[in-house]
T-cell receptor, first 114, second 114 residues
Framework: GESVGLHLPTLSVQEGDNSIINCAYS??????FIWYKQESGKGPQFIID???NMDKRQGQRVTVLLNKTVKHLSLQIAATQPGDSAVYFC?????????????WGAGTKLIIKP | EAQVTQNPRYLITVTGKKLTVTCSQN?????MSWYRQDPGLGLRQIYY???????DKGDVPEGYKVSRKEKRNFPLILESPSPNQTSLYFC?????????????FGPGTRLTVL
């Protein structure tokens, strides 16, 4: 089946620095991508999404970049804070049998060093 | 408060003893879904429902059943649990019927099958 994967399972960043979390996807027909944040003991929480007709989208302290040529997605977090410590998942929306299904990556753990 | 709730949050059971994990959302969402989360595998969809009385298999439906008799509830049933169903389970809901809208997740249910 299709797969979405992450380059780094763990990312350690100094507090105040910017973080970049990368993700590769394999289904070139996917047209919707989402980043979720999962804190310890909680369910995934929506951060930001992007559609395939865009290559960049900004939120509050977060930016998602989409490079369809190389099927790569990244999440940039500006001025990381202790509260940003979590596992981050990218997911792509793929169509299967006329229904849309979220395909999840394995996750990247972001550790913020004081 | 808009939310997805799951019960129980933690459950330890023995092989073969039928169990049900409940999921309820108060956002009048059409789409509901169950995922399991295992280390290194991200989230994998078990079953989903696009509307009342409409359910369909996800990626890993074996050993699970669901029902959608009313819009707000989507219970996950394990008729005869086995140790390989030890996992962290998440219920999610979203507004539309296709699953393309932002999914809101419950807090998770940690199940251990001995």
């Amino acid at each position: 089946g299709e797969s979405v994967g992450l380059h780094l399972p763990t990312l350690s960043v100094q507090e105040g620095d910017n973080s970049i979390i990368n993700c590769a996807y394999s289904n070139s027909a996917s047209d919707y991508f989402i980043w979720y944040k999962q804190e310890s003991g909680k369910g995934p929480q929506f951060i930001i999404d992007i559609r395939s007709n865009m290559d960049k989208r900004q939120g509050q302290r977060v930016t998602v970049l989409l490079n369809k040529t190389v099927k790569h997605l990244s999440l940039q977090i500006a001025a990381t804070q202790p509260g940003d410590s979590a596992v981050y998942f990218c997911a792509e929306m793929g169509e299967m049998d006329s229904n849309y299904q979220l395909i999840w990556g394995a996750g990247t753990k972001l550790i913020i060093k004081p | 408060e808009a939310q997805v709730t799951q019960n129980p949050r933690y459950l330890i059971t023995v092989t073969g003893k039928k169990l049900t994990v409940t999921c309820s959302q108060n956002m009048n969402h059409e789409y509901m879904s169950w995922y399991r989360q295992d280390p290194g595998l991200g989230l994998r969809q078990i079953y989903y429902s696009m509307n009342v009385e409409v359910t369909d298999k996800g990626d890993v439906p074996e050993g699970y059943k669901v029902s959608r008799k009313e819009k707000r509830n989507f219970p996950l049933i394990l008729e005869s649990p086995s140790p390989n169903q030890t996992s962290l389970y998440f219920c999610a809901s979203s507004y539309g019927t296709s699953g393309r809208d932002t999914q809101y997740f419950g807090p998770g249910t940690r199940l251990t099958v001995l």
